[in-house]
């Protein structure tokens, strides 16, 4: 089985670490065609990132926040870093009073969190991005990188223009602001109504602790629609205490150590689980499926790993 891809999604708010070697990372040998639409007339500009922001006149709103949250200076400095800067229209999607709230000096370090989940270090240019599959941040966590006939998408973010040179970086526009997780695996779940049986289902086989821990784990989340198609009675009898083992079995066999992101997973044939067996796993046609079950949503980030969703219960 090729390695697992792991990383720590843990929110920093530390300063950023101008002329550190990229961080990225990609598996081997691992190509990608891209949709980027590149700006190589901008590649010889001798403004920095701020002032090209400014200058662009389509990131009034990230300008603002830089400034607020005191992260100017860093960012007019030597680098190189490679930012993901969202629009005004993209500031524009969140919820009413968002930008208003981050923006006020007690959230300060919020909004720098938010911020440096959108910088990587090191200068990373278009063609390069699309070969991977994710990258670490200088807020310390991770996005995921999803390259395709569509274009390149950033977690949910879609890159609508790339390559636009600074004197020392590169920008790269995104029509989504990336929210860092800030929950881990058992609050980001119970936090959606569609997983209310998996939740259930760990706090009776005692596991609530263990999926809340440092991790990371990559968690396929069977939704309450996949346990509905059990036998009638199956999830009563499992969540009796007499049974307790026998559903610890089964849960442990949807997780897997470390963080799997999905263009990665799409590229193994099997992956071990924390309950010992393996579960096979097929891509084809678009469309990846874990067992006989098919993963329906990709990529959702928590504190410490990353859930898939799946629609079958998977059956060590």
């Known amino acids: ?27 081997a040998g691992h190509q990608r065609a891209t949709t980027l639409v590149a700006s190589p007339a901008d590649s010889t500009s001798q403004s920095d990132i701020v002032d090209t922001a400014v200058a662009a006149g389509q990131f009034e ?31 524009a999607k969140l919820p009413a009073g968002t930008v208003e709230a981050l923006l006020k000096p007690e959230n300060r370090e919020q909004l720098q969190g938010i911020l440096k989940y959108h910088v990587v270090s090191g200068k990373v240019m278009a063609a390069d991005a699309a070969k991977l599959t994710s990258a670490k941040t200088v807020a310390g966590q991770e996005f995921a990188i999803h390259a395709g006939d569509g274009g390149v998408k ?21 029509d989504t602001v990336l929210v860092p997780a800030d929950q881990d695996i058992v609050a980001t779940a119970a936090g959606s109504e569609n997983f ?42 499992l969540l009796k205490p007499e049974n307790k083992d026998k559903l610890v079995s089964i849960l442990t066999y949807h997780v897997v150590p470390g963080k799997v992101f999905a263009a990665d997973a799409a590229k193994l044939s099997s992956a071990k689980t924390v309950n010992g067996g393996e579960l ?8 990846v499926m874990i067992d006989d079950a098919t993963v329906t949503a990709t990529d959702i980030m928590t504190t410490n790993g990353v859930i898939h969703v799946i629609d079958s219960v998977l059956m060590p």
Request: hydrophobic share 50%; glycine share 8%; aromatic share 4%.
């Open 154 to 174: 950033i977690n949910d973010a879609k890159v609508i223009k790339a390559d636009i040179g600074a004197s020392n970086g590169v920008i790269h526009v995104i």
């Open 280 to 287: 096979s796993v097929k891509a084809s046609d678009g469309k």
């Open 61 to 91: 709103t990230l300008v603002a926040a830089v400034k607020a949250a005191g992260l100017a200076d860093t960012l007019k400095g030597d680098g190189p870093f490679t930012v993901f800067a969202p629009t005004d229209e993209a500031f």
């Open 196 to 237: 209310s049986t998996l939740v259930a289902a760990v706090k009776a086989a005692g596991l609530v602790e263990t999926l809340q821990g440092d991790g990371p784990f990559t968690v396929f989340a069977p939704t309450n629609a996949a346990f509905a198609e059990l036998p009638e009675g199956t999830i009563a009898n």
């Open 1 to 27: 089985m090729k390695k697992l891809i792991c990383l720590v999604a843990v929110l920093s708010t530390s300063s950023l670490s101008a002329g550190e070697k990229c961080p990225l990372s990609a598996a």
